[in-house]
């Protein structure tokens, strides 16, 4: 009889994706739910889900559940560049806002910035924690202070968070700023002058380029695996002869490739790093979106000399408008802390107070649970689509985290010139051009994966792959 229910709960699941109702990527009801919906036992929907995965229909993914498999094989991914380059000057600025501009157009399809959905993100539980604070605290908003710019609530659960990723951060170190694109300015202004050299990862995410060039910095682009992260020996090679200032890095779910940087290298950028007094810049934004295992740590945990300065906000995770961040700025920060005073004074008190009270009341922790799991079967269906509808020459990235896509097309194809044709036909995407101070990725693109799939984005890419096919004849 047993036999005969989970075979039946296995035929009704693959019925239901053969029909494509159930779509790659998509994720099956959990086991518990699945249970009481058709009054079996656990054991019996378990059997019946191995057994959809012994047909290759689903894949089980640790301490996510089950997912409708790929439908085909996905294409290669794209190696790194093997050459180191020389320090550029960054001219992208001009550009990058032309293509911010053309993406933000109304009625144009958000495959471009890296926004999460709104509807993914805990907005009604937020007005309620600003109602709630608002009530409750009436100096909020009449009292001032030039020093104490903090929310003491707010840091004691940042530090708390950081345990879990081996970080241990103290209150003391602590800057909260106005998002994470401010805090990496202040870092940068912290620790170099016009002129000097920044090392990051190649390809990266261009606003750390935008700062670079807004500061009069140079770029030096480091070779990045885009499964295991930047080269740790090209970037020993780099900081060999003290011409490199500082290094500014994205180890965790970087943008624009999804790598995670695996943990020994950390350890080894970290401890190099310290050596040759190179201070380390380190954007953990997309950290608490890893879609496998525990939290990767950031470079931060392995830093014993207060040489790393940990930048993250909550923009993807909370809210994009909150404009909320912080740094844990490590010996740097009584500089960080005077230049955050100079740029803006402090951070909103009334949006620190909400957030710490969301964050207490176990709601932060809920919602990334929630976001990563979106997030990695959005992924996944983008990743499909791409390989069902791009041409086969394309190469595709394998994101461990975050929510971006990053293809190589063949040589023919001009990144830029796809955008203003595919823009023109209301669908977005980032340029690859973009993510470059020296003119690579001419031909590469990142799609945002941050939004549930619909047949809009379906036909979308499908569009997209059509306009890549036409450019390579
Ligand atoms: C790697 C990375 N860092 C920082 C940011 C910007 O964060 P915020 O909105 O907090 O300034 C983004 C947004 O796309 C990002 O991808």
Same mark, same amino acid.
């Given at each position: 009889m047993s036999e005969y229910l989970y075979h039946r709960l296995a035929d009704e699941f693959a019925g239901l994706i053969a029909e494509r109702v159930l779509q790659p990527g998509d994720r099956l009801p959990s086991v518990r739910r699945l249970a009481t919906q058709k009054r079996l036992s656990v054991s019996t929907v378990l059997q019946a889900l191995r057994q959809l995965e012994d047909r290759g229909l689903v894949e089980a993914r640790p301490q996510a559940g089950f997912y409708v498999r790929r439908r085909g094989r996905l294409?290669?991914?794209?190696?790194?560049?093997?050459?180191?380059?020389?320090?550029?000057?960054?001219?992208?600025?001009?550009?990058?806002?032309?293509?911010?501009? %053309?993406?933000?157009?109304?009625? +144009?399809?958000?495959?471009?910035?890296?926004?999460?959905?709104?509807?993914l993100?805990?907005?009604?539980?937020?007005?309620?924690?600003?109602? !709630?604070?608002?009530?409750?605290?009436?100096?909020?908003?009449?009292?001032?202070?030039?020093?104490?710019?903090?929310?003491?609530?707010?840091?004691?659960?940042?530090?708390?968070?950081?345990?879990?990723?081996?970080?241990?951060?103290?209150?003391? #170190?602590?800057?909260?700023?106005? /998002?994470?694109?401010?805090?990496?300015?202040?870092?940068? @202004?912290?620790?170099?002058?016009?002129?000097?050299?920044?090392?990051?990862?190649?390809?990266?995410?261009?606003?750390?380029?935008?700062?670079?060039?807004?500061?009069?910095? !140079?770029?030096? #682009?480091?070779?990045?695996?885009?499964?295991?992260?930047?080269?740790?020996?090209?970037?020993?090679?780099?900081?060999?002869?003290?011409?490199?200032?500082?290094?500014?890095?994205?180890? *965790?779910?970087?943008?624009?490739?999804?790598?995670?940087?695996?943990?020994?290298?950390?350890?080894?950028?970290?401890?190099?790093?310290?050596?040759?007094?190179?201070?380390?810049? #380190?954007?953990?934004?997309?950290?608490?979106l890893h879609f496998e295992g525990a @939290?990767?740590?950031?470079? !931060?945990? =392995?830093?014993?000399?207060? *040489?790393?300065?940990?930048?993250?906000?909550?923009?993807?995770?909370? /809210?994009?408008?909150?404009?909320?961040?912080?740094?844990?700025?490590?010996? =740097?920060?009584? &500089?960080?802390?005077?230049? !955050?005073?100079?740029?803006?004074? +402090?951070?909103?008190?009334?949006?620190?107070? %909400?957030?710490?009270?969301?964050? &207490?009341?176990?709601?932060?922790d809920r919602q990334v649970r929630h976001a990563r799991r979106a997030f990695a079967a959005q992924v996944t269906r983008m990743a499909d689509a791409?390989a069902e509808?791009?041409?086969? &020459?394309?190469?595709?990235?394998r994101p461990q985290g975050?929510?971006?896509?990053?293809?190589?097309?063949?040589?023919?194809?001009?990144?830029?010139?796809?955008?203003?044709?595919? +823009?023109?036909?209301?669908?977005?995407?980032?340029?690859?051009?973009?993510? /470059?101070?020296?003119?690579? =990725? @001419?031909?590469?693109?990142?799609?945002?994966c941050? *939004?549930p799939w619909d047949e809009?984005f379906d036909?979308?890419?499908?569009?997209?792959?059509?306009?890549?096919?036409?450019?390579?004849?």
């Amino acid at each position: 009889m047993s036999e005969y229910l989970y075979h039946r709960l296995a035929d009704e699941f693959a019925g239901l994706i053969a029909e494509r109702v159930l779509q790659p990527g998509d994720r099956l009801p959990s086991v518990r739910r699945l249970a009481t919906q058709k009054r079996l036992s656990v054991s019996t929907v378990l059997q019946a889900l191995r057994q959809l995965e012994d047909r290759g229909l689903v894949e089980a993914r640790p301490q996510a559940g089950f997912y409708v498999r790929r439908r085909g094989r996905l294409p290669a991914e794209p190696v790194a560049a093997r050459k180191l380059s020389r320090p550029t000057f960054v001219g992208v600025n001009q550009l990058l806002m032309q293509v911010l501009h %053309a993406n933000e157009q109304p009625g +144009v399809l958000p495959l471009g910035a890296a926004y999460p959905a709104p509807g993914l993100l805990p907005s009604l539980r937020m007005q309620r924690m600003f109602a !709630k604070v608002a009530r409750g605290r009436d100096d909020l908003l009449a009292v001032g202070s030039c020093v104490r710019g903090n929310d003491e609530r707010l840091v004691r659960q940042i530090v708390r968070r950081s345990f879990d990723c081996g970080a241990s951060l103290s209150p003391d #170190e602590i800057v909260v700023t106005n /998002s994470c694109t401010e805090a990496l300015n202040l870092c940068l @202004r912290a620790v170099a002058k016009p002129g000097d050299t920044i090392a990051l990862e190649s390809p990266t995410y261009f606003v750390l380029l935008q700062i670079i060039e807004s500061l009069g910095l !140079k770029a030096l #682009e480091i070779p990045t695996d885009p499964r295991t992260g930047i080269s740790v020996e090209a970037l020993e090679l780099a900081t060999r002869n003290g011409a490199v200032t500082a290094c500014l890095l994205i180890p *965790n779910a970087n943008n624009p490739l999804g790598c995670i940087m695996p943990e020994e290298n950390k350890r080894r950028v970290a401890q190099l790093l310290a050596e040759r007094n190179v201070p380390l810049i #380190e954007d953990d934004i997309y950290g608490d979106l890893h879609f496998e295992g525990a @939290r990767p740590w950031p470079i !931060k945990a =392995y830093d014993t000399a207060g *040489n790393v300065m940990l930048c993250s906000s909550f923009s993807k995770t909370v /809210s994009p408008a909150l404009r909320v961040g912080y740094v844990a700025a490590g010996r =740097y920060h009584a &500089e960080v802390n005077l230049l !955050k005073t100079l740029a803006s004074g +402090v951070t909103g008190a009334m949006p620190q107070a %909400a957030l710490a009270q969301f964050i &207490e009341g176990g709601g932060f922790d809920r919602q990334v649970r929630h976001a990563r799991r979106a997030f990695a079967a959005q992924v996944t269906r983008m990743a499909d689509a791409v390989a069902e509808y791009f041409p086969a &020459e394309c190469l595709l990235s394998r994101p461990q985290g975050g929510f971006v896509l990053w293809v190589e097309m063949p040589r023919a194809v001009d990144a830029l010139e796809l955008h203003r044709a595919a +823009v023109a036909e209301g669908i977005a995407f980032t340029p690859g051009q973009l993510f /470059s101070a020296s003119g690579r =990725y @001419r031909n590469c693109l990142r799609l945002n994966c941050g *939004n549930p799939w619909d047949e809009r984005f379906d036909a979308a890419v499908r569009r997209l792959g059509e306009l890549v096919r036409v450019r390579i004849g």
